[in-house]
């Protein structure tokens, strides 16, 4: 068997996107340098079209990140200095970064048990009694590629009169009712990240909408406020998708959907395989589509099984080792709704295995089988 220094299954393997789309990727890329075109040119007004329509949405507007894209939305939503903004503790940070970035205070809501993703009824209690400040937003986070609620947080949204923005960086493709997330809030933000679903070459981010609205706002502050070149109407930044990375996601959207599907064909035998192991596999809500932008298995012993695998040549990662609010940033100054039992559970039990569209079946095998062989006398080590 390899050493731990060799390891033969990644857990995630964005080169090898590349390789599968190597001359189509190649030729895009050679069509935007021949171009003399290189920022906000036809490439990127091509994606933002053909991106909402993949979505269903009216309006797509290209940024530099999934950060900069929950900044842009946020700020379209006029959410700012003071602003309560109900979001999750287990998620990427980048999403608490977005909201403080722009000022406003993240306030930090449990998780549902199945999905990890917000939890409706920890949602309504939280704003039953919020901290000092408006609420304003909430932000739920589509995790791993399981859509979070969003009937159930779109009803208690309206009812207490808040925005709606979703967090789209892992759900490229993900569906509610065959409904597309993205599509279902006041307005959403996409990554581009290369491990995403749909990955760029380095970082990119787009947001979606239906209201023209806040489309227009998104483009006002996504280049210094400009409707005539060089004239500010509005303060704004600097946040482009650039030429090179939208040719590249224009191939690769092409392909989103034929990888979701790759992608659920290994969720099915990991899921198959794990069946008789002490490991609990994803859960699917009868309603979602799931696209495993992450596989996460849950298990007591985590850590020694992490170990383990890691022995026997096999990657895995931990999306995420600690929620927000307990890491050094954010620890005793952040806002939590109500407690976060939950939240704090999982992540002493989570565990990513590999996933990735070019993963073949008999690599998950290969894993499952090192899984079964998982010695039980393992000390949890947490």
């Not at 009216?58 to 929950?70: E, K, N, R």
């Not at 500010?232 to 959907?257: H, I, M, T």
Request: glycine residues 8%; hydrophobic residues 40%; charged residues 20%.
């Amino acid at each position: 068997m390899s050493s731990c220094h060799q390891i033969v299954v990644p857990q995630t393997d964005p080169k090898a996107s590349y390789l599968m789309h190597q001359t189509e990727i190649e030729t895009a890329i050679y069509r935007v340098l021949q171009s003399g075109w290189y920022i906000l040119g036809r490439e990127v007004k091509a994606f933002e079209e053909e991106f909402a329509a993949y979505v269903g949405v009216q309006h797509a507007i290209g940024a530099a990140s999934g950060t900069d894209a929950l900044e842009l939305a946020l700020r379209a939503c006029g959410i700012g200095a003071g602003d309560l903004v109900f979001t999750v503790s287990h998620t990427a940070v980048a999403t608490v970064a977005a909201i403080e970035r722009v000022g406003a205070r993240p306030v930090l809501v449990d998780i549902d048990a199945a999905s990890y993703t917000l939890d409706p009824n920890c949602l309504e209690a939280a704003l039953a009694h919020p901290p000092a400040g408006l609420p304003k937003a909430v932000l739920p986070v589509h995790l791993y590629g399981h859509p979070a609620d969003m009937p159930a947080i779109l009803d208690v949204a309206r009812r207490h009169e808040l925005t709606v923005i979703e967090d789209c960086a892992q759900s490229h493709g993900a569906t509610i009712g065959g409904r597309m997330t993205g599509g279902w809030g006041d307005i959403a933000a996409f990554s581009f990240y290369p491990t995403k679903n749909l990955g760029a070459i380095g970082d990119g981010g787009l947001v979606a909408t239906n209201n023209s609205t806040l489309s227009e706002r998104v483009r006002l502050l996504q280049q210094y406020g400009w409707r005539e070149r060089y004239i500010s109407d509005v303060p704004g930044g600097n946040s482009r998708l650039d030429e090179l990375q939208a040719a590249v996601l224009r191939v690769k959207l092409r392909f989103l959907d034929a990888e979701n599907e790759l992608r659920r064909n290994l969720a099915q035998t990991y899921n198959a395989l794990l069946a008789d192991t002490d490991l609990t596999v994803p859960a699917v809500r009868f309603d979602a589509s799931h696209v495993y932008h992450q596989y996460v298995v849950r298990l007591r012993r985590r850590d020694a099984l992490r170990a383990y695998l890691q022995e026997h040549a096999v990657g895995t990662l931990i999306h995420y080792p600690a929620p927000v609010h307990l890491q050094p940033a954010y620890r005793g100054r952040i806002s939590l709704g109500v407690p976060l039992p939950r939240t704090e559970q999982i992540v002493r039990e989570i565990l990513s295995l590999p996933m990735f569209p070019q993963l073949r079946e008999d690599q998950v095998r290969g894993v499952c089988e090192r899984i079964a062989h998982f010695p039980t006398d393992k000390v949890i080590d947490r």
